[in-house]
């Protein structure tokens, strides 16, 4: 799972996606927990 980069166009890639799903990830979060509180 942890590969160093080798400096590959897909590595590349592979780290926006990365970085996108983890972004996704905590929008998707903070969405939850502010449904949670208002609802609260």
């Known amino acids: ?3 160093l ?3 590959r ?3 590349k ?3 926006k996606t990365t970085i996108f799903l983890g972004v996704a ?3 998707m ?3 939850c927990l502010f449904l949670l509180f208002m609802t609260a």
Do not use: E, V, Y
């Open 1 to 3: 799972m942890n590969r």
């Open 5 to 7: 980069p080798t400096g």
């Open 9 to 11: 166009p897909d590595d």
């Open 13 to 15: 890639q592979h780290s």
């Open 25 to 27: 990830q905590g929008l």
């Open 29 to 31: 979060l903070t969405l």
